[in-house]
């Protein structure tokens, strides 16, 4: 095995590629066009074709059919059941708020509104501050001497 010194750097086997310079003249063996054809956008420079384009094809986006309706002044509420209410009641929170239910991962956003459903069965008095409640959900918690208090959607 020979030394290592300058006159015998080489690079390892195997790591270094001959690839052939494209764009050098006719006896390169790839002047002319260099590999990119005869007119068109793509043989000049600075051409970029967009992620959807399909060679002129209609493309699919247009092909598919459209339908449905997506309503920009939709309320979607954060549901909470009355169950989740009475785990907390049990780990002795007697007054629920937004503020409560995020910090106990019951909800995941201050900013949305939240809506109190009738799913399950409470069992202690509880004040409850939500946005909104449904029938069942007020009369479950009135019927256990608890307070319903609404909020507006402004103040949630």
């Known amino acids: 095995m020979k030394t290592l010194s ?4 080489r690079p390892a086997e195997g790591s ?13 063996g790839k ?4 590999t990119r054809g005869h007119k068109g956008g793509q043989s000049r420079s600075g051409y970029k074709f967009k992620a959807y384009f399909e060679g ?4 699919i986006s247009r092909r598919i059919p459209k339908f449905g309706f997506n309503n920009i002044h939709k309320v979607e509420y954060q549901i909470v059941n009355i169950d989740q209410l009475n785990t907390l009641a049990e780990k002795g929170i007697k ?15 201050l900013e949305k509104p939240i809506k109190i459903l009738g799913k399950g069965e409470l069992k ?3 004040s409850v ?10 009369m479950a918690i009135e019927n256990s001497q608890g307070k319903v208090i609404e909020i507006n959607n402004e103040n949630c």
Do not use: W
């Open 95 to 109: 007054e629920i708020t937004p503020e409560i239910l995020k910090l106990n991962g019951v909800i995941k956003k």
């Open 6 to 9: 300058l006159n015998n750097l």
């Open 56 to 59: 002129g094809q209609m493309p």
């Open 124 to 126: 202690h008095a509880i």
């Open 31 to 34: 002047g002319g066009t260099s």
């Open 129 to 138: 501050t939500a946005n909104k409640f449904s029938e069942t959900a007020k």
């Open 16 to 28: 270094v590629k001959k690839s052939k310079r494209i764009g050098r003249g006719q006896g390169s």
